[in-house]
């Protein structure tokens, strides 16, 4: 019950952190966001590609890993095309998502439209400067994320053991319940408002984010 309460509570904390304050936050840890956007992007790709359980194979955390540290390393050295990668890996999430909504099954159709539409999100990124308002929404969308978990764990929806074996164990529950996915929207929604607004002015220079980190 106690690892519940906090990890509750933590997901909360941290949901609410990024929600508003997300674009302030994320250059400083964007190595780290860095390294588990490539780790997912990875270990997803071979499960689409062979057919297998999410990290159920040495393959999958291997490459997992491999993905992860060279977009860790790619997003200290390069500032700019480090949140363009973060952005593509959410684009290949959305994009092999909407495909398996649609019914396609073939793990690597569904590969090919994520890494289309990956390109296409770090394209748009470069191309139009796009970088800011990239941060605000993936961080705003990544709060909404730990707001509702944190929300779904209090109330028992999703478990602890559940999200150890799981790539996203809040989408059964979005999908299942219009409620959960309205409020995930009103959520992420609120998190972008509030962020644009506060972040009209402000805007983080590179200097400031190497000299963060040393």
């Given at each position: 019950?106690?690892?519940?309460?906090?990890?509750?509570?933590?997901?909360?904390?941290?949901?609410?952190?990024?929600?508003?304050?997300?674009?302030?936050?994320?250059?400083?840890?964007?190595?780290?966001?860095?390294?588990?956007?490539?780790?997912?992007?990875?270990?997803?790709?071979?499960?689409?590609?062979?057919?297998?359980?999410?990290?159920?194979?040495?393959?999958?955390?291997?490459?997992?890993?491999?993905?992860?540290?060279?977009?860790?390393?790619?997003?200290?050295?390069?500032?700019?095309?480090?949140?363009?990668?973060?952005?593509?890996?959410?684009?290949?999430?959305?994009?092999?998502?909407?495909?398996?909504?649609?019914?396609?099954?073939?793990?690597?159709?569904?590969?090919?439209?994520?890494?289309?539409?990956?390109?296409?999100?770090?394209?748009?990124?470069?191309?139009?400067?796009?970088?800011?308002?990239?941060?605000?929404?993936?961080?705003?969308?990544?709060?909404?994320?730990?707001?509702?978990?944190?929300?779904?764990?209090?109330?028992?929806?999703?478990?602890?053991?559940?999200?150890?074996?799981?790539?996203?164990?809040?989408?059964?529950?979005?999908?299942?319940?219009?409620?959960?996915?309205?409020?995930?929207?009103?959520?992420?929604?609120?998190?972008?408002?509030?962020?644009?607004?506060?972040?009209?002015?402000?805007?983080?220079?590179?200097?400031?984010?190497?000299?963060?980190w040393g």
């Amino acid at each position: 019950m106690f690892q519940i309460l906090f990890g509750a509570l933590f997901a909360l904390f941290v949901g609410v952190a990024f929600a508003l304050w997300g674009y302030r936050i994320f250059l400083v840890l964007l190595p780290i966001w860095g390294f588990f956007a490539g780790f997912w992007l990875g270990a997803h790709g071979i499960t689409l590609l062979f057919g297998e359980g999410f990290l159920a194979t040495t393959t999958g955390w291997m490459v997992g890993l491999v993905v992860g540290f060279f977009l860790a390393i790619f997003s200290y050295l390069f500032y700019g095309l480090g949140v363009a990668f973060v952005a593509g890996s959410i684009g290949y999430a959305i994009g092999s998502g909407m495909m398996a909504a649609m019914g396609l099954t073939a793990g690597w159709l569904l590969f090919i439209v994520g890494a289309s539409v990956a390109v296409m999100v770090i394209l748009l990124t470069l191309l139009f400067n796009l970088q800011k308002y990239v941060i605000i929404t993936l961080t705003a969308i990544g709060g909404a994320n730990a707001i509702l978990l944190g929300v779904l764990l209090l109330f028992n929806r999703v478990t602890l053991t559940g999200l150890s074996g799981a790539g996203n164990a809040i989408q059964p529950v979005l999908a299942d319940s219009w409620f959960w996915s309205i409020a995930w929207v009103v959520i992420a929604a609120l998190g972008i408002f509030y962020q644009v607004r506060s972040n009209r002015v402000y805007r983080w220079q590179k200097e400031y984010y190497v000299e963060s980190w040393g």
